[in-house]
């Protein structure tokens, strides 16, 4: 299976940049579609995007589009978000994720799952 490590979150100030990394240790994440989510106190998990196994498609949720850029390069088994723009609605855990269903925007729809990376965007 998919183990998952995100890196990269911590505090930045409102209209600032983070570029998140998703690394597998088991370097077998070339082979499974990924997704980004995020998830703020009290509220639940949120899709934030997602990207087809070869890097090829792309999608994000209408709430990050223009601001946040998946990316992947499966030579390093690593997947990225790339978040420009952050505003302090952006703050929250983010989860990267892995499976085999195509541009999936429901969490059930992973299988594999990081520990999550905390991000913080300052007014």
């Known amino acids: 299976q998919v183990h998952l490590v995100e890196s990269g979150g911590g505090l930045v100030e409102a209209g600032g940049s983070l570029r998140l990394s998703c690394a597998d240790s088991?370097?077998?994440?070339?082979?499974?579609?990924a997704g980004w989510f995020r998830q703020a106190p009290g509220k639940e998990r949120e899709f934030v995007g997602a990207i087809i196994w070869s890097g090829a498609s792309t999608y994000c949720a209408e709430s990050v589009k223009g601001r946040f850029t998946i990316s992947r390069d499966n030579a390093k088994n690593t997947v990225y978000l790339q978040m420009n723009s952050l505003k302090p609605e952006d703050t929250a855990v983010y989860y990267c994720?892995?499976?085999?269903?195509?541009?999936?925007?429901?969490?059930?729809?992973?299988?594999?799952w990081g520990q999550g990376t905390q991000v913080t965007v300052s007014s």
């Open positions: 994720a892995a499976g085999h269903e195509y541009v999936c925007q429901v969490s059930g729809c992973y299988t594999s």
């Open positions: 088991g370097r077998t994440l070339k082979n499974y579609h």
